[in-house]
């Protein structure tokens, strides 16, 4: 959580927030929280655990990616 965060700060176009799943149930359901830290991109792409700081930007990047959002946006309605 603290690399996403450091991200959000140094960049106008990241945001962080951090939720204590206990207290938000509903976000904890909604975002299917089995384990934590969750790293959750654009609605879209999700991050199980701690990852390295490379991994997390590689995920961000799929973000300028359309046809990779696409499938990753299909993927999660079905």
Do not use: C
Request: hydrophobic share 50%.
């Amino acid at each position: 959580m603290l690399l996403a965060h450091k991200l959000a700060l140094a960049s106008p176009y990241i945001t962080g927030d951090m939720v204590e799943v206990s207290e938000f149930p509903h976000l904890a359901a909604k975002y299917h929280v089995y384990g934590v830290p969750r790293t959750v991109i654009n609605e879209v792409i999700q991050i199980e655990g701690a990852v390295p700081e490379n991994a997390l930007v590689a995920e961000l990047m799929k973000v300028e990616d359309d046809a990779a959002m696409a499938r990753l946006k299909a993927e999660t309605k079905a």
